[in-house]
């Protein structure tokens, strides 16, 4: 089940980043666990959507794990 999607941008429509919320909140145990999956996503999404990396959008990324 998808938790994300990244929308290109058309002609006629800005591009755009759509996280789903039952997803996220079924794979988080916790509220702070839903916090860092909910940012994972959208940094990730927002690599895809932009083509830069993970670790030009967010630095922090590799001191995560």
């Known amino acids: 089940m ?3 999607a990244a ?3 058309t ?3 800005l591009g755009r980043v759509v996280l789903y919320r ?3 909140e079924h ?5 702070p666990g839903l916090q860092i999956l909910v940012h994972r996503t959208l940094v990730e ?3 895809a959507l932009t083509g ?3 670790g030009e959008i967010d630095p922090d990324a590799d ?3």
Do not use: G
């Open 45 to 47: 999404q927002l690599a």
């Open 22 to 24: 039952r997803p996220l």
């Open 2 to 4: 998808p938790l994300a």
């Open 52 to 54: 830069l990396s993970i």
């Open 63 to 65: 001191d995560e794990d």
């Open 27 to 31: 794979r988080a145990a916790t509220r």
């Open 11 to 13: 002609p006629a429509a």
């Open 7 to 9: 929308v290109a941008p």
